[in-house]
């Protein structure tokens, strides 16, 4: 079986190519049960009030791959200097049930989730669009302007976070890579004149309010997946453009769901998933000053996507590289 580190994993999966792999995959599809969640408790601790978070995530196309995920988030660990989410994959022949490889689930879930992000946005932000907030400094949020640049002419980026220090670090990165770059004082400030503010963070507590938001941008909500976890305010569901990945989201995010049950934003008034954006089943966005907001929560088939771009483009020292499963179309 093939085993692929994190440096790997990361070369395999440039932004440039894995956004139109997403895009494909959307546009075939493949089996995607809902995902299983299992709170992670301290010991003594009561039973569904766990410190962590333990997700299964299993995708496949029959006749072709099948992948399944594991991640687990301890949102408490940022205290202690590590990374609240560790993932692994493995994907499989799916003919077989023949182990193919496991890969780094870190790299699979950071460089999907943001070029995800980035593939809904070219759908949904304004083509110009050059400026952009990111909220978050953590692994996927140091991420998003690269993928971002593979569809907009991103050039300014301001970075918000919790910890300051964070913060000034990313920016700091972003600049030795070609952006104009620094730390917002506010989320409040941070919007003032983004044409795109994207939110990868675990809060718990709104940070992106409608005030905020100028005519013409569009929010990117890619933190929150559980029913608790929020990161903007009902107002910003309120007479904007909604965008989902999947119905998953519907069911399970905080954004979503507390908006919906104080009559803000009722299900039927989403526009379109993601797939429906990829398929051309919806326009995306109708015009220069309309609000568009993207709530997703993530999605199996990006991480097969992803696993099997990864597993068809490694090539060893020798020259050789995998045998490609054909694709059912």
Request: glycine share 10%.
């Amino acid at each position: 079986m093939l085993t692929l580190d994190s440096d790997t994993t990361r070369a395999l999966l440039p932004f440039d190519t894995l956004i139109p792999a997403l895009r494909e995959a959307f546009i075939r599809g493949c089996e995607v049960p809902q995902r299983h969640s299992h709170a992670i408790g301290a010991p003594g601790q009561a039973a569904g009030t766990g410190t962590g978070t333990v997700l299964l995530m299993p995708a496949w196309q029959a006749g072709a791959y099948l992948g399944v995920k594991t991640v687990t988030i301890f949102p408490g660990n940022t205290q202690a200097g590590l990374p609240g989410l560790y993932s692994t994959y493995l994907l499989h022949d799916a003919r077989t049930g023949r182990p193919l490889a496991m890969i780094d689930g870190n790299e699979i879930t950071s460089r999907r989730t943001a070029a995800a992000s980035a593939l809904a946005a070219s759908y949904l932000s304004r083509p110009q669009a050059s400026s952009m907030l990111v909220i978050g400094a953590g692994r996927v949020a140091s991420l998003l302007p690269y993928a971002y640049r593979a569809v907009r002419p991103v050039a300014r980026v301001a970075v918000w976070d919790i910890d300051a220090r964070q913060a000034a670090a990313l920016a700091a990165r972003l600049c030795a890579d070609g952006f104009d770059a620094r730390v917002a004082a506010s989320v409040q400030e941070g919007c003032a004149g983004a044409d795109i503010v994207s939110s990868a963070t675990l809060a718990t507590a709104p940070l992106v309010r409608r005030a905020f938001l100028g005519p013409g941008t569009h929010l990117d909500l890619i933190g929150g997946f559980t029913p608790e976890m929020r990161e903007a305010d009902d107002a910003c569901f309120g007479g904007t453009s909604v965008f989902v990945d999947t119905g998953e989201a519907i069911l399970k995010a905080g954004d979503l769901l507390h908006p919906i049950g104080q009559g803000v934003l009722r299900a039927a008034d989403i526009r379109a998933t993601l797939a429906e954006l990829c398929r051309q089943a919806h326009a995306g966005r109708a015009g220069e000053s309309e609000i568009t907001v993207f709530k997703a929560v993530g999605t199996a088939l990006e991480d097969l996507a992803a696993a099997v771009m990864a597993y068809e483009g490694f090539e060893d020292p020798r020259g050789t590289a995998p045998r490609a499963i054909s694709l059912a179309k």
